[in-house]
């Protein structure tokens, strides 16, 4: 296992395209454990809520303002997370965010969850335990389906 490998899996988990349904089998496939790579993964990837709090609180504000692409791209993006966010939310609150970032599918991680609670206007605090407990569920089927499909004693016996 190479550090570059590690470093890749990190970012993969901070992409809002890839998050977990990449960095962990990257990770994999690229000779890292699952005992190390969904421990890591998910850490990463749960950092995603403060992160994206912090960027929406600073310097979202400053390129929206000043970058016209930058806030094309945005507001688009925005819409996109509302109608995919909105009814969930509504139907079931902060389970709703949790079970929208549990689900390991495009458009459906902590970014897209984090970015629509922001833009609904939810607690921060409770968000990002949502968004976590997301993670945590969306981590554990990313890596059970990894585990599954090369085969379980192949993951726990050969790569440990």
Known sequence: MEPSTLFISILLSLLPISELRGAIPYAYFNGVSLFLAAPLCIFVNALVAPIAYTFLATLHKVFHAHWLWY??????????????????????????????????????????????SWILGLDKRKTMMAVFGGVIVSGLIVTSLVALGVGIDSVFIKRI
Do not use: C, E, H, M
């Open 71 to 116: 806030a094309s791209f945005f507001d688009r993006f925005v819409a996109k997370a509302q109608l995919k966010v909105s009814p969930k939310v509504n139907k079931y609150g902060y389970w709703g965010i949790l079970l929208f970032v549990a689900v390991p599918l495009p458009v459906t991680g902590a970014w897209t969850g984090t970015l629509g």
